[in-house]
């Protein structure tokens, strides 16, 4: 139990679905982050949550929507998504933002694009 | 961006020391250095962090260089649930800032020979 849950665990959509993603933590945590890890290559920070506010928004595509209505529940709410989108899509939490934080990562959700 | 050097793979005996490189020449005065390892179908797991000292805890050692331009995970007594990808990270966030970013690198794939 790492404290980070996130379903589901396996999801599959067609490229005009709408589906989300959901994130929950149990460590009363304040800051919340979105990583998507694509085979092969290195784990991408997309969004960041503090207090619920969005700092962070790394370049990410607009089929791709966050939204953070308290401190313990994160989504990811997607859209016209494209095959490349295929991915591991990993939640995370942490006490606070500042760099001497450890993060705490959910299992993932491994989407697959069609 | 903050980036990291690591070498793709190492490998290691059952019980014997494993020393993992990291090199960060660019590193800044307030960045932290993290380890996280990721384990075949789960999300990445916290190992370490530190600053400017070495770092003790009940997983691993971490020692940074004097110039703070590299550093070394040590797992002392490798096991085989040890083997996983380890992935040095410089956290460059400020406290509370907007500037958040934390990179993954491609990481070091470890094996452990029994």
């Known amino acids: 139990e790492t404290g980070v849950t996130q379903t589901p665990r396996h999801l599959v959509m067609g490229m005009t679905n709408k589906k989300s993603l959901k994130c929950e933590q149990h460590?009363?945590?304040?800051?919340m982050y979105w990583y998507k890890q694509s085979a092969k290559k290195p784990l991408e920070l997309m969004f960041v949550?503090?207090?619920?506010?969005?700092?962070e928004n790394n370049s990410v595509p607009s089929r791709f929507s966050p939204e953070c209505p308290n401190s313990s529940h994160l989504f990811l709410h997607l859209h016209t998504l494209q095959p490349e989108d295929s991915a591991l899509y990993l939640c995370a939490s942490s006490q606070g933002l500042a760099g001497y934080y450890e993060q705490y990562f959910g299992p993932g959700t491994r989407l697959t694009v069609t | 961006d903050a980036k990291t050097t690591q070498p793709n793979s190492m490998e290691s005996n059952e019980e014997e020391p494993v020393h993992l490189p990291c090199n960060h020449s660019?590193?800044?005065?307030?960045?932290?250095i993290h380890w996280y390892r990721q384990l075949p179908s789960q999300g990445p797991e916290y190992v370490i962090h530190?600053?400017?000292s070495n770092v003790n805890n009940r997983m691993a050692s971490l020692a940074i260089a004097e110039d703070r331009k590299s550093s070394t995970l040590i797992l002392h007594r490798a096991t085989l649930r040890d083997a996983a990808v380890y992935y040095c990270?410089?956290?460059?966030?400020?406290?509370?800032?907007?500037?958040?970013?934390?990179?993954f690198g491609k990481g070091t794939l470890l094996t452990v020979n029994p």
């Open positions: 530190g600053l400017t």
């Open positions: 460590l009363g945590h304040n800051a």
């Open positions: 660019t590193i800044s005065g307030t960045d932290y």
């Open positions: 949550y503090s207090l619920e506010e969005r700092v």
């Open positions: 990270i410089l956290d460059t966030s400020s406290s509370g800032g907007s500037n958040y970013k934390l990179t």
